[in-house]
């Protein structure tokens, strides 16, 4: 059965005495009623943040420790030890913050072991906390279609701690817990006030410490091959590796083993069930007199299956919630172009079609480095050309894969020589250069008013050894002042409403989107190659991501090679080819860079353009909703996607391809659950009449479709 949570969560439903109807409240179909508080114990010993969905407790005396994480859907207890609220190393030295101690059985908590536990004498200790309405993380504004123009609510708990320590006189920390409204989630960062007269290296800030239930017990093993806690996603704003997926992005959680827990079945003591995050690399910050330092943020998602269809749509829930701007899903064109003409007459096919903006792509003759009085006028006035026709414009610029010069390099430590970098060579973000680099693009966007950043090669996490680099001071700070700059840019664009195209998971620090993933030469493949491979592109990357995070490519001119096989242009002779691609991506709710001179070539070319992006923006709610995965293209049999929305008058959409060369017809099992229509659905094919389906008790409806030779249908469900 697809949907073994579904029968579980009853089971768990009824066996806590509740009524049935408590299954109808599932918070990705109705979050409304997970509403965040923030309240004492009754003795008020404790304060507990909850939503219906997660609890966390706090026991605040006599210092502050977590003593609960539970997940209140499934039961689920998170927690099997006390811990220390953070650790910060500071000069070399690591100080716990918070935390009780002395727990001997770690492998499960017992609330009345708490008051047996003492205080460590080396700690910074609580003093008090504040209790405060939800902020938003970043200011963002945008002109441009958005799914979700709201910003998360919830409340935040901010905790102070200072040490009895005389050393440490004037340094004070905070630990900041945010708790979101309709979705089982917790975010935790740190800061740290320096009000003493003398300047602190912060060697590193581990703003989080979990002893976490073990996923598994196994006698022997490494921690590297075991299995992780399914029930806790952790995610966090430090992430950069050019993988395209989170996972092998993510630099700062960590999954450690537990000497303390010695009660384990591993007889080494190496089961992963310790969770810290902090930056791999030490962060080594200067923090001067008066001067403060926020860490990295951490959210963490509390799962309830190991579907990994209901887990990948928690993720997107969390993405959808807190970082609203990669629902912006604007109808872009990636322009080749050599002169302003063509970027005229690019202008002009986009406002013709109903293409929303318009980007310079790689290979393009915009410079954004160039600021000259006389580049900036000309730019400015192309801008106010696409804006007078209602289309946004902006441009590529490359960053890190490119080499500057021996002082604006990276400096490998190793050698004391540029080389090494991510990339071979690269420049530091931190040398005059870099530096120079970001307040010209700032100058050019905001003079000229382009609307897009595509940003290639953003930092990577390079090191650098270079003393001389005004951005950082050495060493030890320069990946974590790095990381800081080409944040602030993002945070910057997102301010100011231009939108981010960035191949690296920055999203937490305001980039809107992301590659989904593919190989470069794929493009120079024959047509009927890149469909099927386009399609398996986009299904594999929606699990953890929403259509609107992620972007594809349809070469309209040679690219990477290939032959004509390859191309769309001339477009009229390969409408058919250029119609599916189009629909393919559109009917993901995925943006493609369509590269090349031009959108149409005749009139049926712009007749045919113009009818998908209408089709496309009739149903624009639906199609950027989230995707259930049907079945995989593998060019043998039909594969296809479904979006869901149960808030949407169109609950569902979904589309279907056939790869072969006949006309087929098959039944398929479409799952209705998240649409919340539990009984009874209406299904039309395209624009035809609804008929309507009885749900059955799989929450699945049989149905019967035919999908014609090499081509493609899709189907509504109200």
Same mark, same amino acid.
């Given at each position: 059965?697809?949907?073994?949570?579904i %029968?579980l969560?009853?089971?768990s439903?009824?066996? *806590?005495?509740?009524s049935?109807?408590?299954?109808?409240?599932?918070w %990705?179909?109705?979050?409304?009623?997970a509403?965040a508080?923030?309240?004492?114990?009754?003795?008020?010993r404790?304060?507990?943040?909850?939503?219906g969905?997660?609890?966390?407790?706090?026991? =605040?005396?006599?210092?502050?420790?977590?003593?609960?994480?539970?997940?209140?859907?499934?039961?689920?207890?998170l927690l099997r030890?006390?811990k220390?609220?953070?650790?910060?190393?500071?000069n070399?030295?690591?100080?716990?913050?918070g935390g009780l101690y002395?727990?001997?059985?770690?492998? @499960?908590?017992?609330?009345?072991?708490i008051?047996?536990?003492?205080?460590?004498?080396?700690?910074?200790?609580?003093?008090?906390?504040?209790?405060?309405?939800l902020?938003?993380?970043?200011?963002w504004?945008?002109?441009m279609?958005?799914?979700?123009k709201k910003?998360?609510?919830? $409340?935040?708990?901010?905790?102070?701690?200072?040490?009895s320590?005389? +050393?440490l006189?004037?340094?004070e920390v905070?630990v900041h817990?945010?708790?979101?409204?309709?979705?089982? %989630?917790?975010?935790?960062?740190?800061?740290? /006030?320096n009000?003493?007269?003398?300047?602190? #290296?912060?060697? /590193?800030?581990?703003?989080?410490?979990l002893?976490?239930?073990?996923?598994e017990?196994?006698?022997?093993g490494k921690?590297?091959?075991m299995? &992780?806690p399914?029930?806790?996603?952790?995610?966090?704003?430090?992430?950069?590796n050019n993988?395209?997926?989170?996972?092998?992005?993510?630099?700062?959680?960590?999954?450690k083993v537990d000497?303390?827990?010695?009660?384990?079945?591993?007889y080494?003591?190496?089961?992963?069930?310790l969770?810290?995050?902090?930056?791999?690399?030490d962060?080594?910050?200067r923090?001067?007199?008066?001067e403060?330092?926020?860490?990295?943020?951490?959210y963490?998602?509390?799962i309830?299956?190991?579907d990994?269809?209901r887990?990948?749509? +928690?993720?997107r829930k969390?993405?959808?919630?807190?970082?609203p701007?990669t629902?912006?899903n604007?109808?872009?064109?990636h322009l080749?172009?050599q002169?302003d003409?063509?970027?005229?007459?690019?202008?002009?096919q986009?406002?013709?079609?109903? @293409?929303?903006a318009?980007?310079?792509?790689?290979?393009?003759?915009c410079?954004?480095?160039?600021?000259? +009085?006389?580049?900036?006028?000309?730019?400015?006035?192309?801008?106010?050309?696409?804006?007078?026709?209602?289309?946004?414009?902006?441009?590529?610029?490359?960053?890190?894969?490119?080499?500057?010069?021996?002082?604006?390099?990276?400096?490998?430590p190793?050698?004391?020589?540029p080389?090494?970098?991510f990339?071979?060579?690269?420049?530091?973000m931190g040398?005059?250069w870099?530096?120079?680099y970001?307040?010209?693009?700032?100058?050019f966007m905001? @003079?000229t008013?382009?609307n897009?950043?595509? $940003?290639d090669?953003?930092?990577?996490?390079?090191v650098?050894a270079?003393?001389?680099?005004?951005g950082?001071e050495g060493?030890?700070?320069?990946?974590?002042?790095?990381?800081?700059? /080409?944040k602030?840019?993002?945070?910057?664009?997102?301010?100011?409403?231009?939108?981010v195209?960035a191949?690296?998971w920055y999203?937490?620090?305001?980039t809107?989107?992301i590659a =989904?993933?593919y190989?470069?030469?794929?493009?120079s493949?024959p *047509?009927? /190659?890149?469909?099927?491979?386009n399609r398996?592109?986009?299904?594999?990357?929606t699990w953890n991501?929403?259509?609107?995070?992620?972007?594809?490519?349809?070469?309209l001119?040679?690219?990477q090679?290939?032959g004509?096989?390859a191309?769309?242009?001339?477009?009229s002779?390969? %409408?058919?080819?250029?119609?599916?691609?189009?629909?393919?991506?559109?009917?993901?709710?995925v943006?493609a860079c369509?590269?090349g001179?031009?959108?149409y070539?005749?009139?049926d #070319? &712009?007749?045919?353009?113009?009818?998908?992006?209408?089709?496309? &923006?009739?149903?624009?709610?639906?199609?950027?909703?989230?995707?259930?995965?049907?079945?995989?293209?593998?060019?043998?049999?039909?594969?296809g996607?479904m979006?869901?929305n149960?808030d949407?008058?169109?609950?569902?959409l979904v589309?279907?391809?056939n790869?072969?060369?006949? *006309?087929? #017809?098959?039944?398929?099992?479409?799952?209705?659950y998240? #649409?919340?229509k539990h009984?009874?659905?209406?299904i039309r094919v395209?624009?035809?009449a609804?008929q309507?389906?009885?749900?059955? *008790?799989?929450?699945?409806?049989?149905?019967?479709?035919?999908?014609?030779?090499?081509?493609?249908?899709?189907?509504?469900i109200?």
């Amino acid at each position: 059965m697809k949907y073994l949570f579904i %029968l579980l969560n009853l089971i768990s439903v009824l066996a *806590r005495g509740q009524s049935a109807n408590a299954v109808s409240k599932d918070w %990705l179909i109705s979050p409304q009623s997970a509403k965040a508080t923030v309240t004492y114990s009754q003795d008020k010993r404790d304060i507990i943040l909850s939503n219906g969905l997660v609890r966390r407790v706090f026991r =605040l005396k006599p210092d502050l420790a977590c003593i609960e994480y539970k997940n209140l859907t499934t039961g689920q207890q998170l927690l099997r030890a006390v811990k220390p609220e953070a650790r910060i190393v500071l000069n070399g030295v690591p100080y716990p913050v918070g935390g009780l101690y002395g727990q001997s059985e770690n492998a @499960y908590l017992l609330p009345q072991w708490i008051d047996g536990l003492s205080v460590s004498d080396s700690a910074f200790h609580y003093v008090d906390v504040k209790i405060a309405p939800l902020q938003p993380y970043l200011k963002w504004k945008t002109t441009m279609w958005t799914g979700n123009k709201k910003n998360a609510t919830g $409340n935040e708990v901010t905790f102070r701690f200072r040490s009895s320590l005389p +050393a440490l006189a004037g340094v004070e920390v905070s630990v900041h817990y945010a708790i979101f409204d309709g979705i089982p %989630l917790i975010s935790k960062w740190v800061t740290i /006030q320096n009000g003493s007269k003398a300047d602190w #290296t912060v060697n /590193q800030v581990v703003n989080e410490i979990l002893a976490v239930v073990e996923e598994e017990s196994a006698v022997v093993g490494k921690p590297e091959d075991m299995a &992780k806690p399914n029930g806790l996603y952790v995610e966090n704003n430090f992430a950069f590796n050019n993988a395209m997926r989170y996972g092998l992005s993510d630099q700062a959680t960590h999954w450690k083993v537990d000497k303390k827990y010695t009660s384990q079945v591993n007889y080494d003591f190496q089961t992963p069930c310790l969770l810290e995050v902090h930056p791999k690399i030490d962060m080594g910050v200067r923090v001067k007199a008066g001067e403060n330092l926020e860490s990295i943020r951490t959210y963490e998602l509390l799962i309830d299956s190991y579907d990994r269809e209901r887990k990948g749509l +928690a993720v997107r829930k969390m993405y959808r919630t807190i970082a609203p701007w990669t629902t912006i899903n604007p109808i872009f064109m990636h322009l080749v172009s050599q002169n302003d003409e063509q970027v005229r007459t690019a202008i002009d096919q986009c406002a013709a079609t109903g @293409y929303e903006a318009l980007i310079l792509s790689f290979g393009s003759h915009c410079n954004m480095e160039d600021t000259a +009085a006389a580049n900036l006028k000309k730019w400015k006035e192309l801008a106010d050309y696409a804006h007078g026709k209602n289309v946004l414009i902006g441009s590529y610029s490359l960053f890190s894969s490119r080499k500057i010069s021996d002082e604006d390099d990276v400096i490998n430590p190793k050698t004391g020589k540029p080389g090494g970098a991510f990339f071979g060579n690269a420049p530091c973000m931190g040398s005059k250069w870099g530096l120079a680099y970001l307040a010209k693009l700032k100058k050019f966007m905001s @003079y000229t008013g382009f609307n897009i950043f595509e $940003n290639d090669g953003p930092y990577p996490g390079d090191v650098c050894a270079s003393t001389s680099h005004p951005g950082h001071e050495g060493l030890a700070d320069s990946q974590w002042k790095q990381m800081a700059l /080409q944040k602030q840019l993002y945070q910057w664009c997102n301010a100011n409403g231009v939108y981010v195209n960035a191949p690296d998971w920055y999203f937490l620090d305001g980039t809107n989107k992301i590659a =989904l993933g593919y190989r470069e030469v794929n493009f120079s493949l024959p *047509r009927e /190659q890149q469909k099927i491979l386009n399609r398996q592109n986009i299904y594999d990357a929606t699990w953890n991501e929403t259509p609107s995070m992620v972007w594809g490519f349809v070469p309209l001119t040679k690219y990477q090679g290939g032959g004509p096989e390859a191309v769309l242009e001339p477009l009229s002779e390969h %409408l058919d080819a250029y119609e599916q691609l189009m629909m393919q991506y559109y009917g993901a709710g995925v943006q493609a860079c369509y590269r090349g001179p031009r959108l149409y070539d005749t009139d049926d #070319t &712009k007749r045919t353009v113009t009818n998908v992006v209408s089709w496309y &923006k009739k149903y624009r709610d639906i199609l950027n909703a989230d995707i259930i995965h049907l079945r995989r293209a593998d060019g043998r049999d039909w594969d296809g996607i479904m979006h869901f929305n149960p808030d949407l008058r169109e609950k569902g959409l979904v589309m279907l391809y056939n790869p072969t060369k006949e *006309r087929i #017809t098959r039944n398929i099992q479409l799952p209705v659950y998240y #649409t919340g229509k539990h009984d009874s659905v209406k299904i039309r094919v395209k624009e035809g009449a609804a008929q309507a389906f009885t749900v059955n *008790r799989d929450y699945e409806v049989d149905y019967e479709v035919e999908i014609p030779a090499e081509g493609y249908t899709w189907l509504v469900i109200e």
